[in-house]
């Protein structure tokens, strides 16, 4: 590998999966504001919202995010499609 490419200010950071609230603690370079205590000591805290603890390709369950409502309106939507059909 090529030297001097690296970085050299390594520490270890704790990510928190806002999901589920599942933490894990690595080593990595990111720059944070917060901070977490874990095993009596304190250290940077990343949120992020999605982990391979929450992530549907790991967990093998599907989950439907809807935060526009758009399900519904679809639904809506075939249910009166289906009426006008059936009238006929």
Request: charged letters at 35%.
């Amino acid at each position: 590998m090529r030297k001097g490419i690296h970085p050299d200010n390594y520490r270890n950071v704790v990510f928190k999966d806002m999901s589920n609230d599942y933490t894990f603690m690595t080593r990595s370079t990111v720059n944070t504001k917060e901070t977490i205590e874990m095993d009596g000591k304190e250290y940077p805290l990343v949120k992020i919202e999605i982990s391979n603890t929450s992530h549907p390709f790991y967990t093998g369950k599907m989950k439907l995010v809807d935060t526009a409502g758009r399900v519904d309106k679809f639904k809506k939507r075939q249910a009166k499609t289906k009426e006008m059909l059936d009238k006929k």
